[in-house]
């Protein structure tokens, strides 16, 4: 069975916020990072993954990304501070992962 991915992505200022759907995150981040790249030398850098969604369906997933990309920015926030209130990557390389000791964090907000 197929998983279906929402996602949301933005740079390392936080500046953009796109939405976009996929079923092979790995594959579509290298997808992002060459486009980004070679396309437009001078557009923001798309590399922290800072929600995600998944779906069984893919009609349930399309009809989610939908209703996300007419939300506004600070709609768009307000879901990524529900489940990641930190900003933190999700999306974390598994030879990177093992290398990352594990500390407990402490955010003043």
């Not at 879901?79 to 093992?98: E, H, Q, T, V």
């Amino acid at each position: 069975m197929e998983t279906h991915i929402v996602y949301i992505i933005t740079n390392s200022n936080r500046a953009y916020l796109e939405v976009g759907y996929c079923t092979d995150m790995p594959t579509r981040l290298q997808e992002i990072h060459h486009t980004s790249s070679v396309l437009f030398g001078s557009s923001p850098k798309l590399s922290n993954v800072v929600y995600m969604e998944l779906f069984e369906s893919r009609e349930m997933a399309l009809s989610y990304h939908n209703t996300l990309r007419h939300f506004t920015r600070m709609q768009r926030e307000k879901l990524i501070r529900l489940k990641n209130p930190n900003w933190l990557n999700l999306n974390i390389s598994p030879a990177y992962r093992d290398k990352i000791e594990h500390k407990k964090v402490v955010v003043y907000a």
